[in-house]
T-cell receptor
Framework: DTEVTQTPKHLVMGMTNKKSLKCEQH?????MYWYKQKAKKPPELMFV???????INESVPSRFSPECPNSSLLNLHLHALQPEDSALYLC??????????????FGSGTRLTVV | AQSVSQHNHHVILSEAASLELGCNYS??????LFWYVQYPGQHLQLLLK??????LVKGIKGFEAEFIKSKFSFNLRKPSVQWSDTAEYFC?????????????FGAGTILRVKS
């Protein structure tokens, strides 16, 4: 299995809703990432998990809450989002936190619309 | 500043034309550079990567890139493009940090190949 699987593929939520995005990989990778990609923009890093511990938070608002239950799973819990949070949310993984030269494997993303 | 910049935002070519997309990086330390491609509606795919050794890197689908340290550049090339190469191309650099790494993307170049 050489994929990163993200669910759901599409999500529409109201500003008062609570929802979660899920990401799964079975490649034995020990680093996992959340990126946000707005239309016509490059992906921007949100969070990095290394060995199931949060290692980097790029000053993301607290309405986004990441969770790494085990080495294969990564969740992003969403609460009280704003319409400007509508974007493609990408999950990625790499072999290790100091993954020099390895690159990341990206999932297909969750297209989130906040109404 | 640690950043990656791409010169062209939109490129239009005819089939069989040669392609060169520019990428410059500006940060010190260990250099790990990547090119990713995002086909319409699909996830980011790794085209090629450079982290050491031969500065001419060959990737998938006939793409190659040359790392020129003196010019801080990592340009992507293909001798003869096909209609199927229509996509958005992102140059990225990996910044190695104490507690992990982060992949920083350039703004992207949208390539349209006319058949």
């Amino acid at each position: 299995d050489t994929e990163v699987t993200q669910t759901p593929k599409h999500l529409v939520m109201g500003m008062t809703n609570k929802k979660s995005l899920k990401c799964e990989q079975h490649m034995g990778h020990r680093a996992m990432y959340w990126y946000k990609q707005k239309a016509k923009k490059p992906p921007e890093l949100m969070f990095v998990y290394s060995y199931e511990k949060l290692s980097i938070n790029e000053s993301v608002p607290s309405r986004f809450s990441p969770e790494c239950p085990n080495s294969s799973l990564l969740n992003l819990h969403l609460h009280a989002l704003q319409p400007e949070d509508s974007a493609l949310y990408l999950c990625a993984s790499s072999q290790g936190p100091q993954g020099a030269g390895y690159g990341y494997t990206f999932g297909s993303g969750t297209r989130l619309t906040v109404v | 500043a640690q950043s990656v910049s791409q010169h062209n935002h939109h490129v239009i070519l005819s089939e069989a034309a040669s392609l060169e997309l520019g990428c410059n990086y500006s940060y010190g330390g260990t250099v790990n550079l990547f090119w990713y491609v995002q086909y319409p509606g699909q996830h980011l795919q790794l085209l090629l990567k450079y982290f050491s050794g031969d500065p001419l890197v060959k990737g998938i689908k006939g793409f190659e890139a040359e790392f020129i340290k003196s010019k801080f550049s990592f340009n992507l090339r293909k001798p003869s493009v096909q209609w199927s190469d229509t996509a958005e191309y992102f140059c990225a650099g990996m910044i190695l940090m104490e507690y992990g790494n982060k992949l920083v993307f350039g703004a992207g170049t949208i390539l349209r190949v006319k058949s």
